[in-house]
Every structure is written in structure tokens, then in C-alpha cells.
């Protein structure tokens, strides 16, 4: 089992409580640890522009540039990227959103990752597991 720890942050309701797991991703030689929001509500993981290029993406003409909704509806456009996220030394292949653009979070979406474990959210004990 891995365990996280949910941490308060301030928002605009004020104090709050979110999952976020510290993960680290690589792309070829490149390796970043990072804490992620850990977002059961996401499809894919998302990783800001600069972080991307931080781990060596490129953007290049067989890149298809696709666009991602959330509960706002505003579009972010993205390219899909394959990484390796690193979550206390268990390693997963998992597809990313890089977006094109800098006003998003460090997402930990459900594609390639909740389907490799049963995720627990404990918010009372301010928990989150990886079983």
C-alpha cells in the first residue's frame, strides 16, 4: 500500500483540505519530483507547459494538438504524452496532458493510474492509499 497525506492548503474558501501525492516523473534521463493533485474526477494527468519542456517535451508536427474540458468548460489545448510516474518506487507508463499553456495544476488523472490500484480517499484521517 501507498499512502499519501492530504494538506491544507488556503483557497478562496479559505482553509482546505487537499490529496496530493508526491510522484516522481521522468522522460528519458530527466527526473522530477513533484506533488500532484490527486484529482478522481480528472480522465488524464495534467502537467503545465514549462514542466513539460523541463522534462524534454517538444512540440513537433506529428504532435496532435487536442483540447481539454473541465467544469468551467473552457478549453486548454494539450498534446498527449507518455511518462513514467514514480510513486514509492512503483513505476507506471501513464499518458499525460501536456498543456499549452501555464494556468493549470499538477493533475494525477485516472487514466493509466487508478486502474492499477484501488484508491482510497480518507479524508478524515487525511489518508489517500494506493492499494
Same mark, same amino acid.
Given at each position: 500500500?501507498?499512502r499519501?497525506?492530504?494538506r491544507r492548503?488556503v483557497?478562496?474558501?479559505g482553509?482546505v483540505l487537499?490529496? *496530493?501525492?508526491d510522484?516522481?516523473?521522468?522522460?528519458?534521463?530527466v527526473k522530477?519530483?513533484v +506533488?500532484m493533485y490527486?484529482?478522481?474526477?480528472?480522465d488524464?494527468?495534467?502537467? +503545465?507547459?514549462?514542466f513539460?519542456?523541463?522534462?524534454?517535451?517538444?512540440?513537433?508536427g506529428?504532435?496532435?494538438?487536442?483540447?481539454l474540458?473541465g467544469?468551467?468548460?473552457?478549453g486548454? +489545448?494539450?498534446v498527449?504524452?507518455t511518462?513514467?510516474? *514514480?510513486?514509492?518506487g512503483?513505476?507506471?507508463?501513464v499518458?499525460?496532458a501536456w498543456?499549452? *499553456?501555464?494556468?493549470? +495544476?499538477?493533475l494525477m488523472?485516472?487514466?493509466?493510474?487508478?486502474?492499477k490500484?484501488r484508491?482510497?480517499?480518507d479524508?478524515?484521517?487525511g489518508?489517500?492509499?494506493f492499494?
Amino acid at each position: 500500500m501507498i499512502r499519501h497525506r492530504y494538506r491544507r492548503e488556503v483557497g478562496s474558501l479559505g482553509r482546505v483540505l487537499r490529496p *496530493v501525492a508526491d510522484v516522481v516523473l521522468e522522460n528519458r534521463q530527466v527526473k522530477v519530483e513533484v +506533488p500532484m493533485y490527486v484529482d478522481s474526477g480528472a480522465d488524464l494527468s495534467v502537467i +503545465p507547459f514549462r514542466f513539460g519542456k523541463a522534462l524534454g517535451f517538444k512540440q513537433g508536427g506529428k504532435n496532435e494538438i487536442r483540447e481539454l474540458k473541465g467544469i468551467s468548460g473552457a478549453g486548454v +489545448p494539450y498534446v498527449l504524452k507518455t511518462v513514467t510516474l *514514480v510513486m514509492n518506487g512503483v513505476r507506471l507508463k501513464v499518458r499525460m496532458a501536456w498543456a499549452l *499553456v501555464e494556468e493549470v +495544476p499538477m493533475l494525477m488523472g485516472r487514466m493509466d493510474v487508478f486502474n492499477k490500484f484501488r484508491v482510497v480517499f480518507d479524508e478524515k484521517r487525511g489518508c489517500i492509499d494506493f492499494e
